[in-house]
């Protein structure tokens, strides 16, 4: 990897993204040749070309920022799809009953920390769309294949055995509220990361030895929860990302169901992908494609206490957020305290104006799975707040009443729990094995004994 090429046409192909090349790119720095990490692609969501950008100045952003703006796309670049290549994007179908844009030997594969109960921003965000995506795989070689991210939570590291039997418990609540938001093990794979971690964590390491550590420290959560201090700052939140984009290439997945928030990640598990097929000069492993799941009403829920900021565990008020298992009566509390504004003769759909109010009724239309026009038809005849939330409030009563009932069955059940758990080990570790036997193979290593 360090020598020059040797001619014209190996020098062309600097001017190819890399995802368009079969062997790792080099560029002349005027000091040696290097490899060329790729720049984020700008994305026009309208007919989904890009802009690429082949240099990493200032000067060369700059060009391709104005050829934007140049086109009229300044401004309609969306979340799901910024800095994420044009042909990774499959969108979820709205509908509940549309076919799934998915070939017939899909791998779907996600995972979830295990932090705690679920609130209804990760129900609406990310489990009830995972149910969707489990109940149309019906393809013959389709699998679904969902995880408890257990060694993730590692990252932030808690002391004592206090610590460690929180962990414990909360890994076993993750199952509980994965079964009861309604994924079914007998159609997917529920399994804890931890259980399959030696193959997880033997990808991770061949990953991380290609992996540029300047691509890591642009991570924006690293940016984000590294604090600063070099004294606490972690190898394994920094090198975290590696590891993600293992979980998802051990398993060989064709899709992964995310929001806005994880598209760098994927970024960084495709650009590993393709620079381990190109450095071993092979087909292993296939580039996952983001399966948008972050469109629509009810998935990108906000505070109730702070409409500007999405709903998150990590505010630390507990009235800022509704639990997929709180009572009737505290999701009431919750919803009467939600901040609105002054305006109480009539309710209307406003983000930019009235986001208090259009966050109560975009919860609204993503449980009912309702366009905007019906519901605000239905709080048409409303005259003040107490009418209003009313409404919210025995929506989502009555949409949260099966979760809440299945969690509290499958919580007492441990012994099922499990084997449900054990189960998923048995099918997701089969399906690993054999994709690291190929691994080891393609690398030189023996086969494990």
Known sequence: MSSAPDSRAARNRCAKPLWETARPRFVYNAQRWKPLIPHTPIIDPNNMSYIR?????????????????????????????????????VYLPEDPTAPLPLPDDATVFSMIQPTGTVHLGNYLGALRPWRSIQDRCEGPGQRVIYGVADLHALTVPHKGRAAAEALRARRQECVATLLACGIDPARATVAFQSSVAGLHTELFWQLSCLAPMGYLNRMTQWKDKRGGDPQRERLGLFAYPVLQAADILVYRATHVPVGDDQGQHLELTRYLAERFNAWFECDLFPVPRTLYCGGGHGKKV???????????????????????????????????????????????????????????LDIVAGLQDKDMAAVEAECAGMRDYGAFKGYVTEVVVEALRPVRERYARFSGDAAYLQSVADRGADAAGEIAAENMKRVREVVGLGARR
């Open 302 to 360: 906000r505070s109730l206490q702070d409409p500007a900021k999405k709903m998150s565990k990590s505010s630390g008020d507990p009235m800022s957020l509704v639990y997929v298992t709180d009572t009737p009566e505290q999701i009431r509390d919750k919803i009467k305290r939600a901040r609105t504004d002054s305006i109480s003769s009539s309710f209307y759909f406003d983000p930019e104006n009235r986001p208090g109010v259009s966050n109560l």
């Open 53 to 89: 950008g082949t240099t990493k100045n200032a000067r060369g952003i700059t060009q391709a920022w104005r050829s934007v703006q140049s086109r009229g796309m300044a401004d309609a670049a969306a979340p799901a799809t910024r800095g994420t290549r044009p042909d990774s994007v």
